[in-house]
């Protein structure tokens, strides 16, 4: 980055210089790395709505152009062009690969889908109704009690390891999730079918019959899976980020990120939008629920509507909402009530004024709850596939942030309005 303005800060008749830094893309930066050891204040940002947190350079958002850039390519022309895995690959390595490149990444990784047969074991643990979220939480933070040969993060070899083997085995943990809730037997990966197909085997099999995933919606399932892969410093990659500052296995931060994820405000909004949409029910309830999104005393959110980036369309939702239609289409349920609601839904807010002034737009979750719960999906598995699909952004973020030699944990401070000091009162005195 390129050191060339400074910033000055004047108060109490005082005036500090602050350096600024210009990216390749996006706003400048104000370096406060130094200010509390100057100037003796902090500087306050709940929320961090106004603070970079990080140097990086795996994905670019522009929330008010409604752009979304890995590794400098555009969101719409990967998920047209590319696939899962090799958006995985330009995410880890920062480059496309070659053939011969991706033939060996793909090789690895579904070399590592199988997870370890005692693994089978937590799973029984749990109760029958348990949400998903909680078994993964639960069983991929485990999975550091059994690769013990990947957890030692000042290895380059083990942390590469350790990536692959998340990218492999989070879909069979999902699966497991998804087949230990319905009371079905796990399915085990098979090598001989892509990723996304893989995946849908090992939900919607059973060993009472062959199961051929049907490649269109092996390909809306790639896609959902492109569309979710990496998004910047949100909150879960945060949460990775500062798990990993303390030197955490990789195993246990990605945990944390799943943890994150689950907030119907962050991950879990697409459950949340499928369930406002059935309760909304009917294309003429809409005015009754866009009441309450705007009535202050009501909690009520449109879920699936807005976000802290994108001022702007989600560049994902405008691909999801393409997908929707064709697996829709495809499955002969075009004219799904829950699609009409959605879309008239979205039709009547973008013309309201009030989503206009606050820049409410359909964000990433609004079309691919619809997509997943044409596919079969319970809506409880809906978060899990985004916390499948981001694990390679997270592990991506995490191998960025161990190798700069400049790391150090994270620690922020506060603003205290607590009490101020006070000598212990005895009980009698009180
Ligand atoms: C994801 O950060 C990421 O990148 C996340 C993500 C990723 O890929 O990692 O993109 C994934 O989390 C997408 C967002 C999914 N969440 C939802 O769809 C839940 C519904 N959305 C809201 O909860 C909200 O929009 C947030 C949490 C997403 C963003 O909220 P902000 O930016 O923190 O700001 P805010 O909540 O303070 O909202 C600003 C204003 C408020 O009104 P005022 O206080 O200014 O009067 O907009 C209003 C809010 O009341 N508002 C909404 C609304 N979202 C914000 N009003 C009605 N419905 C909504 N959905």
Redesign the pocket.
């Known amino acids: 980055m390129a050191d060339s303005k400074t910033a000055t800060l004047t108060f109490d008749n005082k005036t500090f210089e602050l350096p600024m830094h210009s990216p390749s893309a996006g706003p400048d930066v104000i370096d406060i790395t130094k200010l509390y050891g100057q100037a003796g204040v902090f500087t306050h940002d709940p929320?961090f709505?106004s603070t970079s947190a990080c140097e990086s350079t795996i994905t670019y958002?522009d929330g008010d152009a409604g752009v979304l850039l890995h590794r400098g390519y555009p969101i719409d022309q990967l998920a047209g062009k590319s696939h899962y895995l090799e958006v995985c690959y330009l995410l880890l390595y920062g480059e496309l690969p070659t053939a011969a490149q991706l033939e060996d990444f793909e090789a690895r990784v579904t070399n590592h889908t199988m997870v370890h047969e005692q693994m089978h074991n937590f799973f029984r643990g749990f109760r029958r109704d348990a949400h998903p979220m909680a078994t993964m939480v639960g069983v991929v933070g485990a999975m550091s009690a059994f690769y013990h040969d990947s957890t030692d993060i000042s290895d380059p070899w083990q942390r590469e390891v350790a990536s692959i083997r998340l990218i492999a085995k989070l879909p069979t943990i999902a699966a497991m999730a998804y087949k230990y809730s319905i009371g079905q037997p796990f399915v085990y990966p098979r090598n001989d079918l892509d990723y996304a197909s893989n995946f849908l085997r090992m939900c919607f099999a059973v060993p009472a019959e062959e199961y051929q995933p049907d490649p269109i919606l092996s390909r809306a399932m790639d896609r959902i899976f492109t569309l979710?892969a990496?998004?910047?410093?949100?909150?879960?990659?945060s949460t990775v980020r500062l798990a990993g500052s303390s030197g955490a296995n990789p195993f246990a931060c990605i945990a944390a990120g799943i943890a994150c994820?689950w907030?119907?405000?962050?991950?879990?909004?697409?459950q949340?939008?499928l369930e406002m949409l059935k309760e909304i029910g009917s294309v003429d309830r809409i005015p009754e629920f866009i009441a309450r999104?705007?009535d202050?005393e009501d909690p009520?959110?449109?879920?699936?509507?807005?976000?802290?980036?994108?001022k702007n369309f989600?560049p994902?939702a405008k691909v999801m909402k393409q997908s929707a239609d064709e697996v829709l289409d495809l499955l002969g349920v075009e004219n799904n009530p829950l699609l009409q609601v959605a879309k008239e839904l979205e039709r009547i807010a973008l013309e309201d004024a009030?989503?206009a002034e606050?820049?409410?737009f359909p964000?990433?979750?609004?079309y691919s709850g619809i997509i997943l719960e044409a596919m079969g999906f319970p809506t409880s598995m809906f978060t899990p596939i985004?916390a499948l699909s981001?694990t390679v952004?997270w592990i991506s973020q995490w191998k960025e942030m161990i190798a700069d030699p400049k790391g150090k944990i994270g620690r922020p401070r506060q603003l205290y309005t607590g009490a101020t000091y006070r000598d212990y009162v005895d009980i009698e005195n009180r």
């Open positions: 929320g709505t958002i979710h990496d998004h910047e410093q949100n909150a879960s990659t994820l907030g119907p405000a962050h991950g879990g909004a697409n949340a939008c999104a705007k202050k009520f959110r449109l879920m699936g509507f807005g976000h802290r980036v994108y989600d994902r009030y989503f606050k820049k409410l964000n990433v979750d609004f985004f981001r952004g």
